[in-house]
């Protein structure tokens, strides 16, 4: 009786099946494993912000909240894809360059879906790569992008950022 005159009245999100309508229990149970999950996701970033070698050339890539609308449908078929812009470009900067990624600070908060956004594998294998490092997602934009030499992103305001304070922007 309870969970029947409740049912419908709770939304939950399901990385398969997207929204559906669910009991007050389904609803309370899906939200806790969220933010179970959302826990591990932002420890396991943590375990990877690493220090930027002084000596190298910064390409700046913040990175977009996921799943959202500016990386994918607006960054077409081929860059929607988070972790092959990075492998991408990873692989083709020169060795003076390194690549610092930024996590998009909403990806952690408990009142979005980010932890569907995410492997909980997406931050060991991005940190696989020489030259790729994941700095505190907390640090200033601007502070980053005045120390960068050039910005990569999807869309979104790092890049007129950017463009504004005078740093090359793809």
């Known amino acids: 009786l309870f969970t029947g005159s409740f049912k419908g009245i709770y939304i939950t999100k399901d990385k398969t099946k997207g929204y559906k309508d669910s009991s007050l229990i389904d609803f309370l ?5 969220g933010i179970r999950r959302l826990n591990f996701l932002r420890a396991e970033y943590k375990r ?15 990175m977009h909240y996921s799943p959202e609308q500016t990386s994918n449908p607006t960054g077409g078929e081929r860059y929607f894809d988070q972790e092959k812009i990075i492998r991408d470009i990873s692989n083709n900067i020169p060795e003076d ?5 930024k996590e ?4 952690f908060h408990y009142q979005y879906y980010g932890y569907l956004g995410r492997d909980l594998d997406f931050y060991r294998k991005m940190s696989s790569f020489k030259n790729v490092f994941f700095i505190d997602s907390e640090l200033s934009p601007f502070e980053i992008i005045d120390n960068s030499d050039a910005i990569v992103t999807i869309s979104g305001t790092a890049g007129f950022e950017a463009l504004c304070r005078k740093t090359k922007c793809l």
Do not use: A, G
């Open 29 to 33: 149970i899906s939200r806790i494993s």
């Open 48 to 62: 990877h912000i690493v220090k930027i070698p002084r000596d190298k050339k910064i390409i700046f890539f913040p």
């Open 97 to 101: 360059y390194v690549l610092v990624v």
């Open 104 to 107: 998009h600070t909403t990806q």
